[in-house]
């Protein structure tokens, strides 16, 4: 993983549900996806829940939020968790962006000051290997976020989440979160795109058809997920998307799944043609899966 990627810590979207009255992500939201980075960020140094057995936990003692930009319902989100320092009483400094995917505006930033204790509120140093990758970070030109690279066939990088206790049941993440999980990765990979506002209503939106999963392997909590998302269609109004469930650290597929979705104008409640350029021919990607055949 290079530099510009390990600091990527969030990948998703907003849900309808998450907005006010305003029609715009609630702010308790943005606080929650920093939880999500920042339990990611860490998790690739060995501190996730797991590893640490409960015996140490990272506490944010200090923190400063600003918000900058609006965000609304389908609005891909890409999260970025920069360290800064760590200083000598052992408090970490990072600094959290999430950014709108499709405008790389940047719209909400938080600075944080994290101590890692334990169970008595005894201070503990971080694991060297944090440290050193913070000072090969300052070492370098501060990374500007950038869109995934092109798609080699297997897709591009839609989705980045860690999985906790909550996400899964019988020794296992469940539908529910897979699908969720599948339907932000289908906002970063171009549904997102086709959707359309007019006057701060939506005039053209998408719905999902079918949707098929193949679990390979169990996905158990602490797992740090990433997904990756291919978008294709053969014919007529329907887009079909392939999503990869990998582990992040090995590569390993843990789970695929396909979903088809149709595009409709809202008002009259009917499909309608695929908007241009929306999608590349399915010969040039792997076929989907027979289920939508």
Same mark, same amino acid.
């Given at each position: ?22 029609? =715009? ?34 506490? %944010?003692?200090?923190?400063?939020? %600003? ?19 760590? +200083? ?15 405008? @790389? ?9 994290? %101590? ?88 053209? @939106?998408? %719905? ?7 679990? =390979? ?26 999503? =990869? ?15 088809? =979705? ?25 076929? +989907? ?5």
């Amino acid at each position: 993983m290079d530099v510009h990627e390990r600091w990527i810590t969030y990948r998703g979207a907003v849900d309808a549900w998450e907005c006010d009255q305003m029609q =715009h992500m609630n702010i308790q939201h943005f606080a929650r996806r920093i939880g999500m980075a920042e339990r990611y960020l860490l998790a690739q140094f060995g501190l996730s829940n797991n590893a640490l057995h409960g015996q140490l936990h990272a506490v %944010a003692r200090r923190e400063h939020i %600003a918000f900058a930009k609006e965000l609304r319902a389908g609005c891909p989100i890409v999260g970025r968790s920069l360290p800064v320092a760590v +200083s000598g009483d052992h408090q970490l400094r990072l600094r959290h962006e999430l950014i709108n995917g499709i405008s @790389g505006d940047i719209c909400m930033t938080a600075r944080s000051e994290y %101590a890692l204790v334990d169970s008595g509120g005894a201070h503990h140093r971080w694991p060297e290997a944090l440290v050193q990758a913070i000072d090969t970070s300052a070492s370098q030109a501060e990374p500007s976020w950038r869109r995934s690279a092109g798609d080699g066939g297997d897709g591009i990088e839609c989705g980045r989440y860690i999985v906790s206790e909550g996400d899964c049941q019988a020794g296992d993440v469940t539908r529910e979160v897979l699908v969720r999980l599948a339907n932000h990765a289908g906002s970063h990979i171009g549904l997102e795109k086709g959707r359309r506002w007019e006057d701060g209503r939506l005039t053209v @939106g998408s %719905a999902t058809l079918h949707l098929a999963i193949e679990r =390979h392997a169990a996905i158990l909590p602490g797992t740090m997920l990433q997904i990756r998302s291919a978008l294709t269609h053969s014919s007529g109004k329907i887009v079909r998307i392939e999503h =990869h469930f990998q582990d992040a650290a090995t590569e390993r597929e843990l789970v695929t799944m396909a979903t088809a =979705h149709v595009f409709f104008d809202v008002a009259r409640r009917k499909a309608i043609a695929l908007p241009d350029g929306l999608t590349r021919p399915v010969s040039e990607t792997a076929a +989907s899966p027979s289920a939508f055949s």
